[in-house]
Antibody
Framework: QVQLQESGPGLVKPSQNLSLTCTVS??????????WNWIRRPAGKGLEWIGR???????NYNPSLKSRVTISVDTSKNQFSLKVTSVSAADTAVYYC????????????WGQGSLVTVSS | QSVLTQPPSVSGAPGQRVTISCTGS?????????VHWYQQLPGTAPKLLIY???NRPSGVPDRFSGSKSGTSASLAITGLQADDEADYYC????????????FGGGTKLTVL
């Protein structure tokens, strides 16, 4: 059974960079042709898709965040990562990593979520 | 403002049937892209409830069902139970937003 687990700092200062890693266990991140996604839920708001990466390294991002977001993959560690630059309080959210079977498919496995607070 | 529109809240008494709508446009649901539904209980990750418009993953009770028509989709819950109280989200794909996944704003279901 595939499991995903987010990790990273829970507190980031405004204007700094946010970095999170998702570790995949129970299966290889390189097999199966899956897409690996980041999704967030700000407090009091709904889910927002951030972006995805394929194991080839190709990426797609939410146009509203594209200028500040980078997603990368490290197949040797079975991990993929998220970096958001120049964060503000609006980036405070629970961040989830999730697996999708195609670009338009559902997310069948999710991490438990990682709360990131942007505050000085 | 979300690309997919859901009612902010719905409510029903135990045993009743409720529906949650998800309205999109010609660049997402109306083009034929599938709609998926998630249930999110407080403090937990979203759980896949319906995929591909009307398919239930293993373990999801048949009290939950999905449908799609035109530019809209619906989630129906019958035999409402207290532990159905949660936030529900629809999800689809939009071909006008650089290959973006889009979510509805979410619907809070209250069991009276």
């Amino acid at each position: 059974q595939v499991q995903l687990q987010e990790s990273g700092p829970g507190l980031v200062k405004p204007s700094q960079n946010l970095s999170l890693t998702c570790t995949v266990s129970g299966g290889s991140i390189s097999s199966g042709g899956y897409f690996w996604n980041w999704i967030r839920r700000p407090a009091g708001k709904g889910l927002e898709w951030i972006g995805r990466i394929y194991t080839s390294g190709s990426t797609n991002y939410n146009p509203s965040l594209k200028s500040r977001v980078t997603i990368s993959v490290d197949t040797s560690k079975n991990q993929f990562s998220l970096k958001v630059t120049s964060v503000s309080a609006a980036d405070t959210a629970v961040y989830y990593c999730a697996r999708g079977r195609s670009i338009a498919a559902h997310f069948d496995h999710w991490g438990q979520g990682s709360l990131v607070t942007v505050s000085s | 403002q979300s690309v997919l529109t859901q009612p902010p809240s719905v409510s029903g008494a135990p045993g009743q049937r409720v529906t949650i709508s998800c309205t999109g446009s010609s660049s997402n649901i109306g083009t034929g892209y599938d709609v998926h539904w998630y249930q999110q209980l407080p403090g937990t990750a979203p759980k896949l409830l319906i995929y591909g418009n009307n398919n239930r993953p293993s373990g999801v009770p048949d009290r939950f069902s999905g449908s799609k028509s035109g530019t809209s989709a619906s989630l129906a819950i019958t035999g409402l139970q207290a532990d159905d109280e949660a936030d529900y989200y629809c999800q689809s794909y939009d071909n006008s937003l650089s290959g973006s996944v889009v979510f509805g704003g979410g619907t809070k279901l209250t069991v009276l």
